[in-house]
């Protein structure tokens, strides 16, 4: 290691002891706060503005803001790991399953692409949104969700890297066919998988 | 609004054209705006820098820096004019 | 131009904390030694890389405060919940280690040549840290290029380099957005059109601006300069945030 500063750790981030070996993926740190990463502005999206919409499914299937409340809501405890390194224990969300909004989409295609105000996009499988992986949250640690953090709603697909979780989602575009999304298309991997450091296009 | 850390692309894109191109000249593929690259938005460096057009907010260019590579892509620009200090 | 079309090669560089300077209550200025440093230019940015004992790295981009000639460095105002600045602000201390690369930038640059044009400088918040360096650059020199800085900032307790500004009273103004003093000329708020005016050469003497600040600010600020009669060439931007 090369040039290291004095007491730039243990504040924000630092490297996991064994207790946590088998929680904390390879190559990650834990961050005590929650950095805000972006590609863009910053949406500043109200919830009367707001409404989900999944395309590409048999049935064209919308939200508002109003029918995502109505839905019946899970709370969430699980760990978040972004592909810069850090990662963050025992996060809180309150949101709808995924599960829940396919159903309403009737027969579906294979990929899915998350759309977001102000041109945000990410893509899976659509069986990694399913079967209880993947929500959309409204609530973080029991307060609404801050701009910067996506709200009023954001995805939340714990099992991938963060980017794969789009902040200020408005749709879900489904295909046959596995179109990239923002940072897939800039040089990130297509899964995304950080226990397997899926963090660049051929890792 | 926010205040965010002071942000400058000058870094990666020396890194990546090994000299200064801030003062060239680039054409967004969206909106037509010409201008030095040293006038764009930019958002990053993590989890990469993502130069914007300041008219259109089009992705002009975006650079990943990887441990050991750069990946880099120019979406949206239809011309880059990079001056070699030749005379014309 | 020169620096401008020559290969460059980028590499990170061992830099030591030398001294810290207290701005105000959010921001500091590091003084660095940095062996091999190649000498800047006024505007010029570094990227600063921060290692962590256990190996995470985390780097930034900020503008390079002194004058040419002068040691690298930096001022830097605290983010909160930033992943770099928090650390740079309250933490690092002389004898401190962290790398930087550059300098870097050659399109936010000012120098003394030719053509002689007068020079606005117009910063908001943090942004004032590269028109410091213009203004330290010119004194320096002993040059007469008229200058003008125009600091756009939030209230008083803000203020950045507020002694060396205040020196320069000829040269400086200061522009209160949400208090202002109580012998402040003006009300709190944005810059207008008129105090721009006020602050820079007529059109006549093709002054040029260097404008640098949050997105908004600039935006703002370049569309007056431009119904002030500026052409768009004479306005240099940078954007942050």
């Not at chain 3, 093709?206 to 009669?229: K, M, Q, R, S």
């Amino acid at each position: 290691m090369g040039v290291v500063s004095r007491g730039f750790s243990g504040k924000h981030f630092h490297r996991p002891g064994p207790e946590l070996a088998g929680r904390v993926p390879p190559g990650q740190y834990l961050a005590s706060g929650f950095p805000v990463l972006t590609a863009g502005a910053t949406q500043h999206v109200s919830t009367g503005q707001w409404s989900f919409t999944i395309r590409g499914g048999t049935t064209e299937a919308r939200w508002t803001w109003d029918d995502l409340l109505a839905l019946p809501a899970e709370e969430i405890t699980t760990d978040i790991h972004c592909v810069t390194r850090w990662t963050k224990l025992d996060t809180h969300w309150t949101g709808v399953p995924l599960d829940t909004l396919l159903a309403a989409a009737g027969e579906v295609p294979e990929f899915a692409l998350q759309i977001s105000h102000g041109g945000y996009a990410t893509n899976l499988p659509v069986s990694e949104l399913t079967g209880g992986k993947a929500w959309l949250v409204y609530r973080y640690e029991g307060e609404p969700i801050a701009a910067e953090h996506g709200g009023p709603v954001r995805m939340l697909v714990p099992a991938h890297y963060l980017w794969k979780s789009a902040k200020w989602i408005r749709e879900l575009w489904l295909s046959a066919e596995d179109r990239p999304g923002f940072w897939e298309q800039s040089g990130y991997h297509h899964f995304g998988d950080p226990w397997r450091e899926q963090r660049y296009f051929n890792d | 609004m926010t205040e965010l850390d002071a942000n400058s692309a000058a870094g990666p894109l020396t890194l990546l054209f090994g000299r200064d191109v801030t003062l060239a000249v680039g054409i967004c593929a969206m909106c037509g705006t010409t201008g030095p690259l040293g006038e764009t938005v930019m958002y990053g460096p993590a989890p990469g820098t993502v130069l914007r057009c300041p008219q259109c907010s089009n992705v002009l260019m975006t650079i990943v820096e990887a441990p050991d590579r750069l990946l880099a892509t120019m979406p949206g620009l239809r011309l880059l004019s990079v001056p070699t200090g030749g005379t014309s | 131009m020169a620096g401008t079309a020559v290969f460059q090669r980028l590499t990170w560089l061992p830099a030591t904390v030398a001294d810290v300077v207290t701005e105000t209550p959010r921001a500091r200025t590091l003084l660095l030694a940095v062996p091999g440093w190649p000498g800047h230019r006024a505007g010029q940015h570094v990227d600063v890389r921060l290692t962590a004992p256990d190996g995470y790295q985390a780097s930034r981009a900020y503008s390079l405060a002194s004058a040419p000639g002068e040691g690298p460095a930096l001022t830097v105002v605290r983010v909160e919940d930033g992943e770099v600045s928090p650390y740079l602000v309250d933490v690092a201390s002389p004898g401190d280690r962290l790398e930087v690369r550059g300098p870097v930038g050659g399109y936010f640059v000012w120098e003394p040549a030719p053509p002689y044009r007068p020079v606005l400088l117009v910063g908001g918040g943090s942004g004032v840290v590269p028109l410091r360096a213009m203004l330290r650059h010119r004194a320096r020199l002993g040059d007469t290029t008229p200058m003008r800085l125009l600091y756009s900032v939030r209230d008083p307790a803000s203020v950045i380099y507020r002694d060396e500004l205040v020196r320069q009273a000829d040269l400086v103004t200061f522009h209160y957005t949400r208090t202002a003093p109580p012998d402040a000329p003006h009300a709190p708020g944005r810059i207008d059109r008129a105090t721009l005016e006020r602050t820079s050469r007529p059109a006549a003497e093709e002054p040029i601006a260097y404008v640098c600040g949050p997105t908004g600010f600039v935006e703002h600020v370049a569309a007056l300069l431009l119904d002030l009669g500026y052409p768009a060439p004479a306005i240099r931007t940078e954007r942050f945030g």
